[in-house]
């Protein structure tokens, strides 16, 4: 079970304990989460979507810096995957890595992952929480808004979208699901959303083994444009979890009672973080996870905070989710009506310091009315009375003849 999270990598902890405390009180080792036959299949799958939805966000985003949450972006997804129908669900199962495995347990496993997680180590603070927001009126069925809330405890509310303060409504409750660390997702709502998946991941935790303060000094950093620049640079000599390879050094740094912990991956010399990226598959991960030996290493991490702002539905796309964003998309399981999937933004904020890492992301999932038009009866187009009539090239436009009857002769 020692592999259960590496996808939690992503989903970094943070502390507020004062530097000057007489006593260090090292809390006892957390106790592995035992999971019943069958849903330890699901973790693999999901810390398979975790790296896939990585390099394909790496990609295709254009920033220097890019943090996401893979476990929140997971949520929200499987929380739209329960309204999905035919080919448009098969497509989010195989984006989700879902296959071969039941409705029942797939739900089970985010239940238990909501359940268990947040209270494995009683000195990190990580919440989960999710929402539903639907138009007021809009005619949701009551069976995936029931699956909503006995397996991932939504919060489920109707909402005038229509009045401006719907915005706040939902912003607020993303702030407060965060700690204030996103206090706004959204900057408006369009006139044909019908709803609103929301999920919120908090999660603060201490070092197990602090960097002292003033051991942090100004030191240089080489960006990926070759630049140096300036950073604090924290430093210690301890004992971590080590392990080195051709393509990288890799550091194990535990929070709290060692449930969480920061895995650093450090490319050698010679290689990017994006060669790392493609070398690692989740076998060669859980290869390096598994022979990991205690060693003395001279630490240097600098501190340093990072948001990200990212729209999620190009890389899901290539990752084969593709129906879910067309006029071809089938969500008959949320309601008899024509719906799509037009937005899913990733907002993430983390600050790493001497103390800790505090992190938080939002992943919310916009579902509209497509645009498949209403049907028309059948036009009748009866000339029996006078009319005009032009003739024209087509590819310019240009009129060869005008005319008009004014009465037409039997001949």
């Given at each position: 079970?020692?592999?259960?999270?590496?996808?939690?990598?992503?989903?970094?902890?943070?502390?507020?304990?004062?530097?000057?405390?007489?006593?260090?009180?090292v809390p006892k080792d957390a106790e592995a989460i035992v999971l019943r036959v069958g849903l330890?299949?699901?973790?693999?799958?999901?810390?398979?979507?975790?790296?896939?939805?990585?390099?394909?966000?790496?990609?295709?985003?254009?920033?220097?810096?890019?943090?996401?949450?893979?476990?929140?972006?997971?949520?929200?997804?499987?929380?739209?995957?329960?309204?999905?129908?035919?080919?448009?669900?098969?497509?989010?199962?195989?984006?989700?890595?879902?296959?071969?495995?039941?409705?029942?347990?797939?739900?089970?496993?985010?239940?238990?992952?909501?359940?268990?997680?947040?209270?494995?180590?009683?000195?990190?603070?990580?919440?989960?929480?999710?929402?539903?927001?639907?138009?007021?009126?809009?005619?949701?069925?009551?069976?995936?808004?029931?699956?909503?809330?006995?397996?991932?405890?939504?919060?489920?509310?109707?909402?005038?979208?229509?009045?401006?303060?719907?915005?706040?409504?939902?912003?607020?409750?993303?702030?407060?699901?965060?700690?204030?660390?996103?206090?706004?997702?959204?900057?408006?709502?369009?006139?044909?959303?019908?709803?609103?998946?929301?999920?919120?991941?908090?999660?603060?935790?201490?070092?197990?083994?602090?960097?002292?303060?003033?051991?942090?000094?100004?030191?240089?950093?080489?960006?990926?444009?070759?630049?140096?620049?300036?950073?604090?640079?924290?430093?210690?000599?301890?004992?971590?979890?080590?392990?080195?390879?051709?393509?990288?050094?890799?550091?194990?740094?535990?929070?709290?009672?060692?449930a969480f912990s920061m895995t650093v991956i450090l490319p050698t010399d010679g290689k990017t973080?994006?060669?790392?990226?493609?070398?690692?598959?989740?076998?060669?991960?859980?290869?390096?996870?598994?022979?990991?030996?205690?060693?003395?290493?001279?630490?240097?991490?600098?501190?340093?905070?990072?948001?990200?702002?990212?729209?999620?539905?190009?890389?899901?796309?290539?990752?084969?989710?593709?129906?879910?964003?067309?006029?071809?998309?089938?969500?008959?399981?949320?309601?008899?009506?024509?719906?799509?999937?037009?937005?899913?933004?990733?907002?993430?904020?983390?600050?790493?310091?001497?103390?800790?890492?505090?992190?938080?992301?939002?992943?919310?999932?916009?579902?509209?009315?497509?645009?498949?038009?209403?049907?028309?009866?059948?036009?009748?187009?009866?000339?029996?009375?006078?009319?005009?009539?032009?003739?024209?090239?087509?590819?310019?436009?240009?009129?060869?003849?005008?005319?008009?009857?004014?009465?037409?002769?039997?001949?």
């Amino acid at each position: 079970m020692k592999n259960l999270f590496p996808l939690l990598i992503v989903l970094l902890s943070v502390s507020c304990t004062s530097q000057n405390d007489p006593i260090i009180q090292v809390p006892k080792d957390a106790e592995a989460i035992v999971l019943r036959v069958g849903l330890e299949k699901r973790v693999t799958q999901d810390n398979e979507f975790a790296f896939d939805l990585f390099r394909k966000t790496f990609a295709d985003s254009k920033e220097t810096n890019v943090f996401i949450s893979p476990l929140s972006v997971s949520i929200a997804l499987g929380m739209a995957w329960n309204g999905a129908n035919g080919a448009t669900k098969t497509e989010m199962e195989t984006a989700l890595k879902m296959s071969g495995m039941s409705i029942a347990d797939i739900n089970d496993y985010y239940k238990v992952m909501q359940t268990t997680l947040p209270g494995i180590d009683p000195t990190t603070k990580l919440s989960i929480a999710n929402s539903l927001w639907y138009r007021t009126g809009f005619p949701v069925k009551t069976d995936f808004l029931k699956v909503n809330t006995d397996y991932f405890n939504a919060y489920v509310k109707e909402l005038d979208f229509s009045k401006a303060w719907a915005v706040d409504t939902i912003n607020n409750w993303c702030s407060l699901k965060t700690n204030k660390m996103i206090p706004k997702v959204l900057s408006e709502i369009q006139d044909n959303v019908v709803m609103y998946i929301a999920n919120a991941v908090y999660f603060k935790g201490i070092w197990r083994k602090k960097f002292e303060k003033a051991n942090t000094n100004e030191a240089n950093f080489t960006n990926e444009l070759g630049n140096s620049v300036k950073v604090n640079m924290m430093y210690q000599n301890d004992t971590f979890a080590y392990t080195s390879d051709a393509y990288a050094q890799y550091l194990d740094m535990p929070y709290g009672n060692k449930a969480f912990s920061m895995t650093v991956i450090l490319p050698t010399d010679g290689k990017t973080t994006n060669d790392v990226l493609n070398y690692l598959t989740l076998d060669k991960w859980n290869s390096i996870l598994q022979n990991m030996p205690s060693n003395e290493v001279e630490v240097y991490f600098p501190r340093f905070k990072n948001k990200n702002e990212l729209e999620l539905i190009a890389p899901l796309k290539n990752m084969g989710m593709k129906l879910a964003f067309n006029d071809s998309a089938d969500f008959t399981n949320i309601a008899d009506a024509n719906l799509l999937i037009s937005m899913i933004k990733h907002v993430t904020n983390i600050e790493v310091t001497e103390e800790g890492t505090e992190a938080a992301a939002v992943t919310i999932i916009g579902i509209r009315l497509t645009s498949m038009p209403i049907e028309q009866p059948t036009p009748i187009f009866r000339v029996n009375k006078p009319f005009m009539y032009v003739i024209r090239e087509k590819s310019t436009g240009v009129i060869l003849f005008i005319g008009k009857m004014g009465n037409v002769e039997k001949f």
